[in-house]
Structures are given as C-alpha cells and as structure tokens.
C-alpha cells in the first residue's frame, strides 16, 4: 500500500522542522486498490492541513489523529465523487472533515475497519513474531503498523476478550508461542496461535 506524506516535502525536512509539525499521512489507493486521484491530496488536503489538525486537535483530543481522519475524508469523497474534485477542493475536504470528527469523536471509526484496514495479516503476523519489522526511518511503514495495532488494541477492549489481549501483549514483547503458551498455562501452542489468528481474521477480514 502505497502513501502520501503531507506536508509532501516531509521527508526531506531538517529534524528540527519534522518536529514542529505532525505529518498527515494517507494511502495513497482506495480499498479496491484503485490510486486516487492527486487532486484530492494537491488541492484538497494540502491546502486546508493546518484546518484538519486543529480539528484532530481540539475535536478528537489528539493532533495525532489527523492522519485517521484526513484518510477517511478524502477516500469518501473520492468514492463519492471520484476524479470530480469540485471548484475548491480544500473546501469540500475541510467541510467533509468537520462531519467525520463529529463522528469519530462519537466512537470511533468502524468505516477505517471494515473499508481501508484489511489488516495486512501476513504482514503483522510477521512483524509480531519478528521476521519483518518496519524501518523506522519510513514514517508511513511505522505509521501503518502502529495503526494497525492500536485497531486490535481497540477492537479487543470492545470484545472484553482478556486471553487475546494477553497473547496480542505477548506477542509485540517477543515472546514466541511456546513461551507464551506456558505463561498462559496452556499445552498446545499450535492451537493457542490459531486461536488468536481466527479472532484477528474474524475481525478485520477485508469486506467490500
């Protein structure tokens, strides 16, 4: 999954710069793996970026949030509207914006579950057990996979499911599956591993 960095020079900033302002963040495809449109990113979002961390600021509590809901606006106009931006976009994005924090501040984002995660499993997986950990110099890798945990950590509150909790602990600690399997005094690791993957893919599976 590919991604846009806004500002669109982000990475090339001095440390000092990069520090002073919190990127904005968003895959670059809609759910069909269809690219978006540039437009939504050049004149929509780009525009209006100081506007939607404000909103992620004082609506939703946390400035970080703004890569969260500039993702949901701009891939729902995009599906509602395609390549047609309108005669301003960044005005059609700040107003799209707006609604969405009133309704991500309301309780979350299940549209991000069930439209843009599909949770890239294989990729996770392999994370967690240690295979395939992002580089921490690619903010939108370490973006995607902090995102993708912090769903499950959120998705498992929502559950009351305790046991996977544990296990999803356990596992971004290092612990392999025998290990975890005797703390949890259970003797069949195999089966402990696909228990938690079964939840995980019962969860997050991709719909469309």
């Not at 806004?6 to 001095?14: G, K």
């Not at 939607?52 to 946390?62: E, M, S, T, V, Y």
């Not at 399997?181 to 003797?187: N, S, V």
Request: net charge neutral; proline share 6%; with cysteine.
């Amino acid at each position: 999954m590919g991604f846009v960095i806004i500002p669109f020079d982000y990475e090339q900033l001095p440390d000092a710069q990069q520090k002073a302002v919190v990127p904005i963040c968003i895959p670059s495809v809609d759910r069909y793996g269809n690219p978006i449109a540039r437009i939504w990113f050049e004149e929509g979002v780009a525009p209006v970026q100081d506007q939607l961390r404000d909103l992620a600021r004082h609506k939703l509590g946390d400035v970080r949030r703004v890569s969260e809901l500039a993702e949901i606006t701009v891939h729902k106009l995009w599906e509602r509207h395609g390549e047609d931006a309108g005669a301003c976009p960044s005005r059609r994005v700040l107003a799209r914006a707006v609604w969405e924090a009133r309704d991500l501040a309301a309780g979350g984002s299940q549209w991000r579950i069930t439209h843009t995660v599909p949770l890239a499993l294989g990729s996770l997986e392999q994370d967690l057990y240690g295979n395939g950990l992002p580089d921490p110099t690619r903010y939108e890798e370490v973006y995607e996979r902090e995102l993708l945990i912090e769903l499950v950590e959120r998705r498992i509150e929502e559950d009351h499911r305790e046991d996977i909790g544990e296990m999803f602990r356990m596992l971004r600690q290092g612990f392999g599956r025998d290990e975890i399997a005797t703390r949890l005094q259970d003797p069949k690791p195999e089966a402990l591993k696909k228990r938690f993957w079964r939840w995980i893919r019962h969860n997050f599976q991709k719909r469309r």
